[in-house]
């Protein structure tokens, strides 16, 4: 049998495993080209989904475990905040 694919299954998987995400993961890393809603489909099939803000660089390090990103050298990412997701157990 041929599986292709799901972006949005993958990110679910990886979260459900217990690993943060941030939106720019999801769409670099998975595909997922709509985070939010994804979060929001998640949120209905009954699952908590908790946030909070973290450096920027937090992500960067967390995102060159799997591939290799560069932040351009006048980028303040230390000062910048995003924000990780994860499912609440």
């Known amino acids: 049998m041929n599986r292709s694919y799901q972006p949005a299954m993958a990110l679910r998987e990886h979260m459900l495993a217990g ?3 941030s939106l720019l993961e999801a ?6 080209q ?3 809603a994804e979060f929001t489909r998640m949120k209905k ?3 908590l989904i908790k946030s909070q803000k973290v450096p920027m660089a937090k992500i960067i390090r967390r995102i060159n475990e799997y591939t ?3 932040v ?3 980028l303040p990412y230390r ?3 995003l924000t990780e997701y994860w499912i609440s157990k």
């Open 68 to 70: 290799e990103c560069k």
């Open 34 to 36: 709509g985070p939010n």
């Open 72 to 74: 351009p050298s006048d």
């Open 79 to 81: 000062e910048i905040s």
């Open 45 to 47: 099939d009954g699952f």
């Open 19 to 21: 690993h943060r995400v």
């Open 27 to 32: 769409i670099l890393l998975f595909g997922v």
